[in-house]
């Protein structure tokens, strides 16, 4: 090995080691700098006694903390004074304990001792199927204002279909018809909130009101099958398409949190120039083409589906209207003369381009949608939608597709 191998191989080892050594502490210069700023930050707020952004502070140094930033004694009393002002009365124990555990000073061990003797500590757990009054409510209120404001935080708690895990001033308690009593420095244990004579809970949609839909749709009728290009079916229009709106109009009902029901109708159109075998038709010195126009309304029965801000639905869909093309195509073009052709008569294949055919349609089919929340209306959501789908008449396919946006009633859950 050459004599200068080794310090080349010591020299890129440190180097190495050196490189992977700066992100750690860059990173740990940040954290100690964030800590600094929002410590700064939280002691000017609790001069002015606003308890709540000081609690918001020191929930960013307790993710620090978690981040390997150490809270002095000064954060740590801040954050217990911030619990205590605010009523959480859970929040200020653990603290105060945490506290007890750094430096046991007479203050913070008193603290600590009149929580134990004025709470006891309770988890109330709701079944599903319970649908009454979730208060938990004291029999003999308290008269102390923190001892208020934790039965209040609790009770907040509950309300968002939440159970319940943390201290109660000491009495006795009832929730709906299930009661238990809190023991100074005790825990009560699990207490069990279950349906009882009466209290099943009552259905309740996860949302339900009108939904709109309007936006652009392209829309196309397919070449003709087998049965629309025999002599049953009689002179038939060329393949066609174009651009026209879409909107709809209905009720979307959820069954559950995340499935429910819709029910839509509404008006679709379509304009698009005169074409055949896949070419514009340029007017004839004898004829003026004119294009081709769709109206038709239709019915959409839907199940919904929802997940935070995707929503989806697909369901089957019945279409009625009528229109006007330009172009003839199927079995009696190529058979004018054909005894079921008697209205086709002298078209000649010459003419087929310039035939103006109107009727109406009826068309069976399927129809999805995904959609996409992005505002907040009142108690409607916004959300841009896809939409597409296709339907026959038995001759011929019509699939089409739609960008549009969406106003729908909001999640109760959101």
Known sequence: MSRYATPVLMLLVTALGSSALVPHAYAGEVEKAEHVRVSEEMRKLAQRNAWSAVEAQFQKLIVLQSSGEVLTMQELTLGIQAAQNLGD???????????????????????????????????????????????????VPPFA?????????????????QDYDGLLPTGDYSVGTHEFTIAAGKDTGSVTVSPGSGESKAFEFAWV???????????????????????DAGLQATSFGGLGARLGVGVDMGLTRHVGLLAEVGYHDLFGAARYDGEVTESADSTAVKGNSIHMGYGWLAASFRFGKLWAAAG????????????????????????????????????????RLSGRIMAGGGAASVSYALFDAGSFSGAATLEGGAQTDSYRLYPWGQVALTLAPQSKSD
């Open 89 to 139: 009365i859970t929040a200020a124990r653990s603290r105060l304990s945490q506290a007890v555990r750094i430096d046991a000073t007479p203050e913070f061990v008193q603290q600590l001792a009149d929580i134990d003797a004025n709470y006891g500590h309770v988890k109330i757990a709701y079944d599903q199927r319970y649908g009454a009054d979730r208060t938990i409510v004291a029999k």
């Open 316 to 355: 089957p869909i019945w279409g009625i209207g009528g229109g006007s093309v330009t172009g003839a195509d199927g079995y009696c073009v190529a058979n004018p003369s054909d005894a079921s052709c008697v209205d086709s008569a002298g078209l000649g294949e010459q003419n087929a381009p310039y035939q």
């Open 209 to 231: 009101g009108p939904r709109a839909t309007v936006g652009v749709a392209v829309l196309t009728a397919g070449a003709l099958n087998s049965a629309g290009s025999s002599a």
């Open 145 to 161: 204002p923190d001892q208020r404001a934790s039965i209040a935080i609790a009770n907040n708690i509950v309300a968002a279909e």
